[in-house]
């Protein structure tokens, strides 16, 4: 089989993979076998993200991100463009052609989920200064979480018709920076296995969910169309005189 013919079936199959999840969203029904591609996402997520842990509950890693964004503003004036930011990289790894391509869109998702703090916790009763322990209880348990990040990202592209999916890893990061915002305001402590773990669960609960990866592939979509278009008027020549 050629490789075009091969491209041309894998396409064709995806898109009737993706119009299965379409319709069970419409509907409201389970789809058996994103269900199953979900918890084989989760599964490696948790895997990945906890290797190096075992003997050490507390383990954290060193994260290259500088310190100075504990002491950022939180404005929500930064904290939309990130979000839409990290919905155009999570577009970027789902198209990318190599797995390291698609971790190198994926690495960012979390310094812009910092940035976006303010609008991942607005409706959800935190305080504007508990975000800088926030954001530094983040950064600790990064290396871990984006390594689980990793694993579900090579879970789902392992397979050409669950490779779109990963457009739904950014709402998953968002959701796991969520639950530790939200642990940290109330005092809780959250080491770098409890944070896998979260993200574990988000992968299972996004995933799995015909609704949440249908918006989040749309969202994902949009965001991409809107980056693209603000950077192409961004270098357009000026024809002012």
């Not at 979900?38 to 500088?66: I, Y």
């Not at 930064?78 to 839409?84: I, T």
Request: overall charge positive.
């Amino acid at each position: 089989m050629s490789s075009a013919v091969f491209e041309f079936e894998t396409g064709v199959q995806s898109e009737a993979f993706y119009e299965s999840v379409a319709t069970a969203a419409r509907s409201g029904r389970r789809h058996n076998q994103l269900a199953q591609m979900a918890m084989s996402a989760a599964r490696a997520a948790l895997v990945e993200g906890s290797k190096g842990c075992a003997a050490d509950p507390e383990c954290e890693g060193e994260w290259e991100v500088t310190p100075s964004v504990v002491h950022q503003s939180f404005s929500l004036q930064e904290a939309v463009p990130a979000a839409l930011m990290m919905e155009h990289l999570g577009h970027g790894a789902a198209e990318a052609e190599s797995d390291g391509e698609a971790f190198a869109f994926l690495a960012p998702l979390l310094p812009m989920a910092l940035r976006a703090l303010p609008l991942i916790t607005k409706g959800i009763g935190i305080a504007a200064k508990s975000l800088p322990k926030i954001a530094s209880t983040v950064m600790k348990v990064a290396p871990k979480v984006m390594k689980g990040v990793e694993g579900a990202a090579k879970s789902l592209r392992a397979n050409p018709i669950t490779q779109p999916l990963v457009q739904a890893l950014p709402n998953v990061v968002r959701q796991t920076t969520a639950d530790i915002a939200r642990q940290v305001a109330q005092g809780k402590p959250i080491s770098a296995q409890g944070a896998v773990r979260a993200l574990a669960r988000n992968t299972a609960k996004v995933l799995s969910n015909p609704r949440k990866v249908v918006s989040a592939v749309n969202t994902s979509k949009t965001a991409d169309r809107r980056v693209h278009s603000a950077l192409a008027k961004r270098a357009k020549p000026c024809t002012c005189k």
